[in-house]
């Protein structure tokens, strides 16, 4: 949820004045961090994860340089999260939880109401540079499209398929009456609804497609083999005594083009995404300035 995302991120504030050279252990253009400063924007990054590890040091502060670098850039274009915006999202999250639940939640975070809704705000922030940043990216053409599903024949290949519905009961007694009344011209769907102790996802009057390999091997076994529209005979699985009913079956195939192209774009437009972003951040450690002090750094305690 939102709100976790929001907790997490919730970065102490650091100053946006110089201090003395001798007191800053690192600098993004013009943010600065003593080390207290810093050790607390690291422990934040490594919340509920395994603490601050020497050897994940670097990461954390790549992590810490990164996240300003792009507040940097948002901050050189004008970009802002306005208190309108700020207070809708709010009302959105609290919308969720009591108020009990929500103040829980942050003392579990170690955080007060007003840090975590800053922390909120500059998450919003950062997604809003990303996304006016994003908007370089050029969109999937059809003839990418077209050419990842002509190079990757293999992802498109579609299993046999069958959708059924099923009853499931604790005893053979029960399925045996359920099955004779059926036989006599009973409804499998109402009685699906009446009689099976399987919840709806397991098949009920608006039963999923199943693939071969999705299923238990001996439900499987009866279901691919039934015609459609024909009842079962009592099944005795480890799950209880089943009938089942198959309204529908497809064959094994090839999914068209048409039927893959969301998937393809999507794909490919997640890729672009990732690589544009990764260039981006390049740009940005080239274009504003990042400094570490080293000595600095090595006293900084980690817990």
Known sequence: MFVFAALVTALPACELFDRPAEKVVLSVGSRSFTPEELRAQLKAMAYEQDGMQKGRLDALIEGVVDHYLVLEYGNQQGIQVSDEEL???????????????????????????????????????IQKITKKASEAIPPVSIEEIRAYYDSHPEEFRRPARVRFRQIVTSTREEADNLQKRLAQGGDMAATVVRSSRVPASAGSAEPGWF??????????????????GQVSGVVETPYGFHLFEVLGKKPEGVRSLAESMTEIEARLLGEKQEAF?????EELRASIPVNINRELLKELELE
């Open 87 to 125: 207070e809708a999202v709010v009302r959105e999250i609290k919308k969720d939880y009591a108020e009990k639940d929500f103040q829980d939640l942050l003392l579990k975070g170690f955080m007060d109401y007003a840090r975590w809704k800053e922390g909120l705000r500059e998450q919003l922030l």
């Open 211 to 228: 693939a071969k390999g999705d299923l238990d091997e001996l439900i499987e076994k009866v279901v691919f083999s039934l015609p459609v």
């Open 277 to 281: 972003y990764l260039t981006w951040l």
